[in-house]
């Protein structure tokens, strides 16, 4: 699916209810680039401040942005390297994962206006040498992009879920996702039954939005994990029902269905964050997504439910006869 790869699109609501600017922050995984050399890259290109928080994690301060965290990702050595006694244990300890596990660069929020800043940034870890999801068949790298919920109500979270549920199989395709990525259990799909029941609703209750949510999507392994929006809201409820301390409250989508594919000079954030906008529009074109709602239904009516090669078909052309891509 071509998309524009450099030029951040605009989402169509741009301010959250307080009339403050939209923020989005990325995720990259990677390897290829040690943890020094990586914030040594973002230093330089961002004009940052490096601060060594542990032998497992950098933080690179930059003004009017915020701190950059760059972190060797993995959970063991992250615990290890906040509360061992033997420092020496805990370098050897990161410099032989380097070797086996990903170097993850997590930004701030960043202000929609800001993303370009980022361009120079995936350059830069280029260069140096970083690569990404095609590098191995084990650790599967991807990039997670979250972005703030614009209106926090129960009718912008119900438009967000039925657009993405709606899209979910086509932004698959259309992300290109690595058949390793694929089998993984951290980005699963929806159920189809969860997305029926979202459409059958015709909208639904905060109650209900709750409700449903984690009957059927109780992890934080999903491609659209809301968890993090959930527990912003009601973070008492969510615990009671997921016993997971993983799960942060934030009010933005956990968005992790794009690869991450740093080595490629074709390749940006931009063209990821660009299929991530497509959500975003359909959920904010009430007639729009009311008529793919209603082709889904249609569509899965019949015991053996959706044919998925076929909805992807009625997807692709929808949107490019509704000039959504």
């Not at 542990?54 to 950059?68: I, K, L, T």
């Not at 059927?216 to 809301?226: I, K, Q, S, V, Y």
């Not at 615990?239 to 934030?250: E, L, N, S, V």
């Not at 007639?287 to 889904?296: A, G, N, S, T, V």
């Amino acid at each position: 699916m071509p998309y524009e790869s450099q030029v951040f699109h605009s989402p169509p609501i741009t301010v959250t209810e307080s009339g403050r600017e939209r923020c989005v922050g990325f995720e990259l995984e990677f390897s290829g680039v040690d943890l020094d050399r990586t914030a040594q890259v973002l230093q330089q290109v961002l004009n940052g401040d490096i601060t060594e928080v542990s032998p497992a994690q950098r933080e690179v301060h930059v003004e009017n942005a915020g701190d950059f965290r760059v972190e060797l990702d993995w959970d063991f050595l992250l615990r290890t390297a906040g509360k061992s006694p033997d420092e020496d244990w805990v370098e050897l300890l990161s410099r032989t994962a380097a070797i086996l596990v990903p170097t993850e660069v997590v930004c701030p929020p960043l202000r929609l206006s800001r993303l370009d800043d980022l361009l120079p940034l995936v350059d830069g870890l280029r260069n140096a040498g970083a690569v990404g999801t095609e590098e191995t068949l084990l650790a599967a790298y991807g990039v997670h992009i979250n972005a703030e919920l614009p209106r926090q109500n129960a009718a912008t979270l119900d438009a967000y879920l039925r657009a993405f549920s709606l899209l979910q199989w086509w932004l698959m395709e259309a992300h290109q996702v690595n058949p390793a990525r694929r089998v993984s259990p951290y980005i699963d799909l929806y159920p189809e039954v969860y997305v029926r029941q979202l459409i059958e609703r015709g909208g639904a209750t905060l109650d209900e939005i709750f409700s449903d949510y984690l009957q059927h999507n109780g992890t934080r392994n999903r491609a659209l994990d809301m968890l993090p929006i959930l527990s912003e809201i009601d973070s008492d409820r969510v615990r009671r029902a997921i016993d997971d301390p993983k799960i942060k409250a934030r009010p933005a989508f956990h968005y992790r269905l794009p690869n991450c594919q740093i080595e490629k000079a074709s390749w940006s954030l931009a063209g990821e964050w660009n299929l991530w906008c497509v959500v975003e529009e359909l959920a904010n074109r009430p007639e729009d997504l009311d008529d793919l709602c209603q082709r889904f239904m249609d569509a899965s009516a019949g015991l053996l439910g959706l044919n998925r090669s076929q909805w992807l078909q009625t997807v692709d052309t929808w949107l490019k006869d509704h000039e959504l891509v």
